[in-house]
């Protein structure tokens, strides 16, 4: 079983700052890529960040310059550093990430599968 536990949400206000985390747990042998989207009311979810296994990053354009992914294999947890928060940005923030567990290595499943976090709010007040 692999779960991955979203935390640091909240409100802040225009301009301020917050940190997301994701934590990912389980009988997990490695974690590909990982990322961050969003999906605000009435809208589809976006992609806001990736990070590959080797720390290669990719934004969308509207956080790029002010959102910083980053990950610590070793704690097996993903970061999204928000700065100069906009109204804009509010939204449902899940974390995702591929995953290949034991389980899937002797079964032959190198890939692994992709998992989700249950979301974490994010509000932002003008």
């Known amino acids: 079983q692999v779960q991955l536990v979203e935390s640091g949400g909240g409100l802040r206000q225009a301009g301020e700052s917050l940190r997301l985390s994701c934590a990912a747990s389980?009988?997990?042998?490695?974690?590909?890529?990982m990322g961050w989207y969003r999906q605000a009311p009435g809208k589809q979810r976006e992609l806001v960040a990736t990070i590959s296994s080797i720390g290669s990053t990719d934004y969308v354009d509207a956080v790029k310059g002010r959102f910083i992914i980053s990950r610590d294999d070793a704690e097996k947890t993903v970061y999204l550093q928000m700065n100069s928060l906009k109204p804009e940005d509010t939204a449902v923030y899940y974390c995702?990430?591929?995953?290949?567990?034991?389980?899937?290595?002797?079964?032959?499943?190198?890939?692994?599968?992709?998992?989700w976090g249950q979301g974490t709010q994010v509000t932002v007040s003008s």
């Open positions: 995702n990430a591929r995953i290949t567990t034991y389980e899937d290595l002797r079964a032959g499943r190198t890939l692994g599968s992709v998992y």
């Open positions: 389980g009988t997990i042998s490695s974690i590909r890529m």
